[in-house]
């Protein structure tokens, strides 16, 4: 294995352990607005491994955020009581770049929780295809994925929601 690709793995596996201690310190919990999460992680980060630059914006969005595209900047929204929240950062570990994203529910709203257990499953999918190819364009990549989401029953992406 190259050395580039042994840093953006450590770099990976950092921004996962990342993640996995927001977990283990309930940082996303009902009650604390999206602003308040991202300032929190984005400490953490900064305790655990150094971390202080991003190469992409953090993004922390909750409940109707969610449904707005990346480069949106929706108001910030206190987190409620059965939400669906995703955050989407880019450590910089050592100069080296991780992009690393989770979906979080608060509650038990059971199309909430399928959702997020479909987009884990999915993105898994789609990893291992493009991983699987030879010649695969970006558009062709693109149609896989929202082949995919049809068929668990989801919908590819959507255009800022109405509020």
């Not at 580039?4 to 283990?24: C, D, P, T």
């Not at 310190?25 to 999206?34: H, L, Q, V």
């Not at 655990?48 to 955020?65: D, E, P």
């Amino acid at each position: 294995m190259n050395e580039v690709l042994k840093n953006l793995i450590a770099a990976e596996s950092k921004a996962a352990q990342l993640f996995q201690e927001i977990e283990n310190k309930s940082i996303i919990a009902a009650g604390k607005t999206e602003k308040e999460i991202n300032t929190e992680v984005f400490q953490l980060a900064d305790e655990l491994f150094g971390i202080k630059k991003y190469w992409h914006k953090r993004i922390v969005r909750a409940g109707a955020n969610t449904l707005y595209p990346y480069d949106e900047n929706p108001a910030d929204l206190r987190i409620q009581e059965d939400d669906i929240v995703f955050l989407d950062f880019g450590p910089i570990l050592e100069e080296w770049e991780a992009d690393y994203g989770r979906t979080y529910v608060i509650g038990t709203d059971p199309l909430k929780i399928k959702l997020k257990k479909d987009i884990e499953t999915a993105w898994q999918e789609c990893r291992d295809y493009y991983f699987s190819q030879t010649d695969l364009t970006g558009a062709a990549f693109y149609d896989y994925c929202v082949q995919k989401a049809t068929e668990y029953g989801w919908e590819f992406g959507v255009l800022s929601p109405v509020i």
